[in-house]
């Protein structure tokens, strides 16, 4: 029998991955962070000296690149055997990310990566098609989203909390341009996918979502 799925989808900034990471540790689950592939995938084009416009060089790096994932409390990430994890979380990895994660060549081949995680006791997974292309059939859904306002705030404070310089104008222009991007791709677009709960998060605190989150599996 398929493992459970739980599927978590959103804009970015709307606490997705806090909310998948605790919850996937609290029901002892699996945790796909399908954003980190994307996002593995625009460092690896990056490196390579492709151009991000460039789509069937930017297939090929897909095609080509080994990924190794360890989700202890914090999540981490190996491209071709080299720790990736610090240059996952910049806006400049985030646009590059949204921007090959547009092209429907690109997102065929990393389906397959995806899906392989769907592994028995069960698995969180968090992204922007998650319920609605790679596990249309998981048991649970939710789509998880908050205010472009609150949204670009949380992620200035994750920023300077990490000790990254950051503009709180620039980061809300860059996070509403990103939310335009992947809503207005042809493929797989964000979209609040069939039979999913819809959470505001706006004006909840973390542990309320996780909670609320967490009690639907239970
Ligand atoms: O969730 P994130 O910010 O790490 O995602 C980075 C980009 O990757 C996001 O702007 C769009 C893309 N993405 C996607 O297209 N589909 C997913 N399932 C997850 C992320």
Redesign the pocket.
């Known amino acids: 029998m398929n493992a459970p799925v739980l599927t978590l ?1 959103g804009p ?1 900034g709307a606490g ?2 806090t909310v998948s990471r605790t919850v996937a540790s609290l029901l002892g689950w699996h945790y796909l ?7 593995a995938l625009a460092i690896a084009v990056l490196q390579a000296g492709v151009a991000l416009d460039d789509v069937a060089a930017v297939t090929d790096v897909a095609h080509g690149m080994s990924l190794a994932f360890d989700c202890d409390s914090e999540l981490s990430v190996w491209l071709n055997g080299v720790d990736i994890t610090l240059q996952l979380g910049t806006e400049t990895t ?1 646009k590059a ?2 921007i090959v ?2 092209y429907p060549d690109v ?1 065929a081949v990393l389906l397959q990566k ?1 899906k392989k995680f769907r592994q028995q006791p069960g698995l969180v997974a ?5 319920g609605s292309v ?1 596990f249309p059939d998981a048991q649970y859904k939710v789509y998880l989203t908050a205010n472009a306002e609150t949204r670009a705030l949380r992620r200035y404070k994750q920023l300077i909390e990490k000790g990254i310089d950051a503009n709180l104008l620039q980061i809300t222009q860059e996070v509403e341009e ?1 939310d335009r ?2 809503r207005e ?1 042809a493929t ?1 677009p ?1 979209t609040v996918p069939d039979g999913a709960i819809y959470i505001d998060s706006s004006n909840m605190t973390i542990q309320d979502v996780i909670d609320r989150v967490t009690a639907l599996v239970r």
Request: glycine share 14%; hydrophobic share 25%.
């Open positions: 989808d970015s997705k991955g962070d399908s954003g980190s592939i994307y996002r985030g990310a949204s994660a547009a997102r995806q968090d992204g922007r098609d998650m790679v990103r991007r992947d791709r797989a964000l």
